[in-house]
């Protein structure tokens, strides 16, 4: 299918059109927060401020907190009460390439020994329309990690900004039945192609911080055991969990059961590992001391996750980085590496 334009006055008209069949999220801010929300059917100003999310898109997937299922003890034994599959069908409205592919990564984790049916069933009836990074933050490095402001590999409808229209790339069977009655699109000149080239080629330059990615996971192995080097790495961090919560990647979570007299709920909430109880146990923890807790969080995303999925769990979103109260910088941590294979 050829490429497709849009004037951006007619956003609105396409996005009334796609919220008959799905709940439209969008762009949107919350106590000066942007968040992605559901559209209200007017708003599309949007398009003038957005950069990114504050809290990522993962938790229209793996929500902060979720009921699991029902019970009732009766006569020594429970009897449980699973809600019935989420079917609703959802649009994500300009997710970045650094979010996109941050739920790719989450797919290798709830498919893998155990098929998660809360978030697969989110994911299947999910629908990404990407949106080009024009304007990345100066803490993203995406590009340090095979991605980029305009990688279009893991949404179903990519958009760029050329001025007053949006070039549409149709990059799936979904992306492309999205597009195939929308009587506001027109097909894009050579002259549009040339102008989303130069504004993808512009957005990857403004991309500056970096990380050698190369055998990352083999320094960190070698560098694993210097105490000296984890312990000053996270002298600053203040265990807030802030940079995990924020993270597209992160997925750990808690389960808890809420019980009055002999019904209840089991819920599973956001956890993060960067909290000195996450790993307390009724005789020990093995990560008490916050040096243990940073390389962890490191480790996992740079050599644990490679060495079971072939992938970095780290989509150089920056989020991290430009969020932390303290201004912990992972790309600093990784780039002062004490052991250079």
């Known amino acids: 299918m050829a490429n497709k334009k849009i ?27 942007a968040i992605m929300a559901e559209w209200d ?32 003890k009766r006569k020594g034994n429970y009897q449980i009460e699973v809600p019935p599959a989420d079917k609703s069908k959802q649009l994500i409205f300009g997710i970045r390439p650094c979010d996109a592919r941050a739920l790719t990564i989450l797919d290798m984790t709830f498919t893998d ?15 990404l329309v990407g949106m080009t990074c024009t304007d990345p933050y100066d803490s993203c490095f995406c590009t340090s990690l095979e991605g980029s402001p305009s990688d279009a590999a893991n949404v179903d409808l990519m958009l760029t900004d050329i001025g007053d229209s949006f070039l549409m790339e149709a990059v799936t069977d979904k992306g492309k039945k999205l597009i195939a009655s929308a009587s506001e699109l027109k097909d894009a000149t050579s002259a ?12 990857a330059s403004k991309i500056t911080r ?26 600053k961090c203040i265990s807030c969990g802030i940079c995990t919560f924020l993270c597209p990647t992160c997925y750990c979570f808690d389960i808890n059961d809420e019980m009055v007299k002999n019904q209840g ?52 979103c920056g989020r991290c980085i430009r969020l932390c109260p303290v201004n912990w910088d992972i790309t600093q941590a990784l780039n002062s590496l004490p052991v250079k294979v």
């Not at 004037?7 to 927060?33: A, G, R, T, Y």
């Not at 059917?41 to 809290?55: H, M, P, Q």
């Not at 020994?113 to 629908?127: F, Q």
């Not at 990352?216 to 002298?235: G, N, P, Q, R, T």
């Open 210 to 235: 970096k990380i050698d990615a190369r055998d990352i996971d083999k320094k960190l192995l070698a560098s694993f055991d210097d105490k000296d080097y984890w312990e000053k790495v996270a002298a």
């Open 265 to 316: 709920a089991r819920f599973r909430n956001w956890d993060s590992c960067a909290f000195p109880v996450y790993t307390k146990m009724p005789m020990e923890n093995p990560r008490e001391e916050k040096w243990h807790r940073i390389r962890q969080k490191v480790c996992h995303k740079y050599e644990f996750y490679p060495m079971n999925f072939g992938v970095i769990a780290c989509t150089g």
């Open 41 to 72: 059917g007017k708003d599309i100003s949007f398009l003038d401020w957005y950069r990114n999310t504050v809290k990522p898109p993962k938790a229209n997937f793996l929500p902060l907190m979720e009921k699991l299922f029902s019970f009732k």
């Open 7 to 33: 004037d951006k006055k007619n956003i609105s008209k396409l996005l009334k059109k796609w919220s008959q069949e799905f709940s439209v999220f969008v762009p949107s801010l919350e106590n000066n927060e």
């Open 192 to 203: 549009d192609e040339s102008k989303a080239t130069e504004v993808k080629d512009a957005a």
């Open 113 to 127: 020994a155990y098929e998660d049916p809360y978030y697969l069933a989110r994911r299947r009836n999910t629908v």
